[in-house]
T-cell receptor, first 109, second 116 residues
Framework: GQQLNQSPQSMFIQEGEDVSMNCTSSSIFNTWLWYKQDPGEGPVLLIALYKAGELTSNGRLTAQFGITRKDSFLNISASIPSDVGIYFCASNSGYALNFGKGTSLLVTP | DTAVSQTPKYLVTQMGNDKSIKCEQNLGHDTMYWYKQDSKKFLKIMFSYNNKELIINETVPNRFSPKSPDKAHLNLHINSLELGDSAVYFC???????????????FGPGTRLLVL
């Protein structure tokens, strides 16, 4: 499948800080999705983006679908300890999801 | 009620054994999937299945086979288990919408397979 380059690989921040992560690809996509995986659980959808330029929020989370359709970012504002987990970007490859390698987030109180 | 459930949650077995992992979804979705997550947390599609077609990732060994007794279940059978099969296996489901594209995928809690 098409490769999604996700960065950073990991982040170690203090509670209250804002976080930004992004995903890029050499291919054009019609959908960008952001999932979070808590330790010992399956991925859970946070935000789905379907249109180039679209900016969508879900509580303290904001994600944007890049205008070139080749990238997306996810911001988390005022992080809290329960934001800990692995965040994955994903695109729809036609028959399944194609995932980035994840950003591991650690938040200290 | 759990939307997508998998059993068992943990599976420890010897090399060479044959094992199955079960998946059930109560969302009424028509498409189900199996993903493999390796030790580096990389998630990779193994199979996509609905009542019309099975799509297999060409990198998946034929020791792995999905079996769907009905629309709500997609089980994963693994023959002759190898050490490298150790991973977390996730089942997921989604609803196909018009034009053939898929709606959001919902994931199960995962099955942690350890082959000794």
């Amino acid at each position: 499948g098409q490769q999604l380059n996700q960065s950073p690989q990991s982040m170690f921040i203090q509670e209250g800080e804002d976080v930004s992560m992004n995903c890029t690809s050499s291919s054009i996509f019609n959908t960008w999705l952001w999932y979070k995986q808590d330790p010992g659980e399956g991925p859970v959808l946070l935000i789905a983006l379907y249109k180039a330029g679209e900016l969508t929020s879900n509580g303290r989370l904001t994600a944007q679908f890049g205008i070139t359709r080749k990238d997306s970012f996810l911001n988390i504002s005022a992080s809290i300890p329960s934001d800990v987990g692995i965040y994955f970007c994903a695109s729809n490859s036609g028959y399944a999801l194609n995932f980035g390698k994840g950003t591991s987030l650690l938040v200290t109180p | 009620d759990t939307a997508v459930s998998q059993t068992p949650k943990y599976l420890v077995t010897q090399m060479g054994n044959d094992k199955s992992i079960k998946c059930e979804q109560n969302l009424g979705h028509d498409t189900m999937y199996w993903y493999k997550q390796d030790s580096k947390k990389f998630l990779k599609i193994m199979f996509s299945y609905n009542n019309k077609e099975l799509i297999i990732n060409e990198t998946v060994p034929n020791r792995f086979s999905p079996k769907s007794p009905d629309k709500a279940h997609l089980n994963l059978h693994i023959n002759s288990l190898e050490l490298g099969d150790s991973a977390v296996y996730f089942c997921a489901s989604s609803q196909e919408i018009s034009g053939g594209s898929k709606e959001t995928q919902y994931f199960g809690p995962g099955t942690r397979l350890l082959v000794l």
